[in-house]
T-cell receptor
Framework: LAKTTQPISMDSYEGQEVNITCSHN???????ITWYQQFPSQGPRFIIQ???TKVTNEVASLFIPADRKSSTLSLPRVSLSDTAVYYC?????????FGAGTTVTVRA | DGGITQSPKYLFRKEGQNVTLSCEQN?????MYWYRQDPGQGLRLIYY???????QKGDIAEGYSVSREKKESFPLTVTSAQKNPTAFYLC??????????????FGAGTRLSVL
């Protein structure tokens, strides 16, 4: 499984755009990049998944450069309710690795 | 409503006792998973099952056991051999397609404490 590196924490303010970059230098050809969001005392929730270029849904955008060695999750105009832990996962496997994630704190 | 149901929400274990955590899904998913989460940390995989009557150990299977007799159900037993069971336990399920299995649906979790 490809190892991922993402910042431990990020602070932002309401209405701003938050970008979380995940490094995955040893990503394999068949690997997909998947992001989850977790609120305290709840299970993680799938946000977005991509293979290359850009993917957008109603919640977020995922940018993946041509070399696929990193990816950036973009959360547009965050609100207080976006305060959560965000996990970047790489692979196509039953055994996905949820690291420590990035704790995003949105302030008023 | 489709989803994953975990019960109980809170559970207390006495010394030397085995306890069983329930997980039921009505999403018609083939694959099911159990994770453990300790405070401030990510999720660690305990066991997973790709299909009925089959399951594999994850990264931290020692002291735990599972069964998969029905597609909808994947109970986890925390045995007395697990010396540090206090944690938040999460059950998940996913379709079994090549990419779809990355998209896991999680239950609300069971918080286990030791008395």
């Amino acid at each position: 499984l490809a190892k991922t590196t993402q910042p431990i924490s990020m602070d932002s303010y309401e209405g701003q755009e938050v970008n979380i970059t995940c490094s995955h230098n040893n990503i394999a050809t068949n690997d997909y990049i998947t992001w989850y969001q977790q609120f305290p005392s709840q299970g993680p929730r799938f946000i977005i998944q991509g293979y290359k270029t850009k993917v957008t849904n109603e919640v977020a955008s995922l940018f993946i450069p041509a070399d696929r060695k990193s990816s950036t999750l973009s959360l547009p105009r965050v609100s207080l309710s976006d305060t959560a832990v965000y996990y970047c996962l790489v692979g196509v496997d039953y055994k996905l690795s949820f690291g420590a994630g990035t704790t995003v704190t949105v302030r008023a | 409503d489709g989803g994953i149901t975990q019960s109980p929400k809170y559970l207390f274990r006495k010394e030397g006792q085995n306890v069983t955590l329930s997980c039921e899904q009505n999403l018609n998913h083939d694959a099911m998973y159990w994770y453990r989460q300790d405070p401030g940390q990510g999720l660690r995989l305990i066991y997973y099952s790709q299909i009925v009557n089959d399951f594999q150990k994850g990264d931290i299977a020692e002291g735990y056991s599972v069964s998969r007799e029905k597609k909808e159900s994947f109970p986890l037993t925390v045995t007395s051999a697990q010396k540090n069971p206090t944690a938040f336990y999460l059950c998940a399920s996913s379709p079994s397609g090549a990419v779809a299995k990355n998209i896991q649906y999680f239950g609300a979790g069971t918080r286990l404490s030791v008395l």
